[in-house]
């Protein structure tokens, strides 16, 4: 059995932090027999995911990896044909792309959001043209909770009439001119796993405008069992249905969002205020029109500095940091894969470290994380 593993007194990347309402939910669906796929906690939870974002529909899944999956799906996505990836992200963006099939066309970052850049974003549409190749869908991240730039993405977009795919795992709360992220697209995309801002202790949710499209994605989540006495299919499903359980746990999680919101975006702030004397330590700021949820407080490192010599250095003082995501054009599993780079990903991998941000962290452990990362950088 897998053992965990780990010191006494350890300060986290991320964790859950239960707002206390959770319990009644749980406990009702015990107490009423809803244990399972069915029960008030899903329409509920899918109610107040549209509440929280402004989606017009919200369909309650398994994970966010599911989500994402649904979400090729029911865009209409077929094998062989090419969808446009953010490279910067984690592997769970670009994994359904080959699951339905698909080439993911990799697409490097803009250095003031991390995220797709939008010129990038057009080279590869025009070279995938040139090649007799217009891919069918743009998945664009929201990576650390930072909104992407949609106003030049959707116009690039809109331009070349191809359905945009937001995986805004890592943004619930996180706005882009006023509007929630995850909700500029066809569809956008929401994790609850246990690491992100909030959890239904796993989980995801598929927002959109559009009730055919949530529709048809919740059809396929339930096996694509068809309307009739007996089991009929005509389509290739899923088992990506969320407990009644966990849609629990995520509403309880969902009434205290804009306050988890509200811790991470502090975190942030302490560190960069107590650290800013650190010559060459950089912590990336909100451009105009981004409204961060800071799930993880990133920073880039003074030359000189290795991601991994200063993780190990805080990992002796039982600190858990962990260098950014490596880019996917850089992964073995996508190492023939087409990209359009700048540079820029490369970079940030090279120098960039993902800082403890949970929102239950107490002020003492944030200081220690300020001690430890000052005596890290002293050297
Ligand atoms: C967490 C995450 C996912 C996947 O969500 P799961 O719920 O863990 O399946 C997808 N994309 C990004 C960028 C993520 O951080």
């Known amino acids: 059995m ?7 007194g350890r300060i986290f990347l991320s964790v859950p932090h239960m707002g206390g309402h959770e319990r009644n939910y749980v406990q009702k669906a ?12 899903i329409p509920g939870f899918e109610h ?6 402004n989606a017009q529909h919200a369909v309650a899944l398994s994970s ?4 994402l999956h649904l979400a090729l ?28 099939g698909a080439t993911p066309v990799f697409v490097d970052s803009e250095p003031e959001t991390w995220n ?26 929201h990576l650390y909770g930072m909104p992407a730039k949609m106003k030049e993405i959707m116009e690039v977009a809109d331009r070349y009439e191809i359905p945009v795919l937001e995986d805004a795992a890592e943004a619930l709360g996180s706005r882009y001119s006023g509007h929630q992220v995850g909700t500029f697209g066809k569809i956008g995309v929401f994790s609850f796993n246990g690491n992100k801002i909030v959890t239904t202790s796993g989980g995801g949710a598929l927002v959109t405008a559009d009730a055919r499209l949530a529709e048809e994605a919740a059809f396929l989540a339930n096996q694509a069992k068809e309307q009739a006495p007996f089991y009929l299919h005509s389509q290739m499903g899923y088992n990506y249905l969320l407990s009644n359980v966990s849609a629990g746990i995520g509403r ?6 804009e306050k988890r919101v509200k811790q991470r975006r502090e975190i942030y702030t302490y560190y960069k205020d107590q650290l800013r004397d650190i010559e060459g330590l950089y912590f990336a700021p909100e451009p105009k029109g981004c409204f961060s949820n ?17 993780r190990q250095e805080l990992e002796n003082d039982n600190i858990e940091t962990r260098p950014l995501w490596k880019p996917m054009h850089q992964q073995p599993l996508f190492a023939e894969h087409t990209f359009f780079g700048n540079g820029t990903s490369d970079q940030l991998f090279e120098r960039g470290l993902c800082l403890p941000s949970s929102s239950s962290m107490t002020e003492e452990e944030q200081e220690k994380v300020i001690r430890a990362l000052k005596q890290a950088l002293a050297d």
């Open 64 to 67: 966010g990896t599911a989500a």
């Open 252 to 257: 309880g999680q969902l009434e205290v969002l």
């Open 73 to 100: 799906r029911v865009l209409g996505v077929q094998p062989g044909d090419e969808v446009i990836c953010s490279t910067f992200t984690f592997v769970a963006s670009a994994n359904p792309i080959l699951y339905v």
């Open 294 to 310: 800071r799930w993880l407080t990133t920073v880039l490192l003074p030359e000189g500095f290795k991601p991994e010599q200063v």
């Open 48 to 53: 107040d995911v549209c509440q929280h974002t």
């Open 116 to 141: 797709m850049s939008p010129e990038l974003l057009e080279q590869a549409i025009s070279a995938g043209i040139a090649r007799g190749k217009k891919p069918t869908c743009i998945m664009l991240v």
């Open 2 to 8: 897998k053992q965990l593993n780990y010191r006494p």
């Open 30 to 41: 015990l107490e009423d027999n809803w244990v399972t796929t069915a029960g008030p906690n």
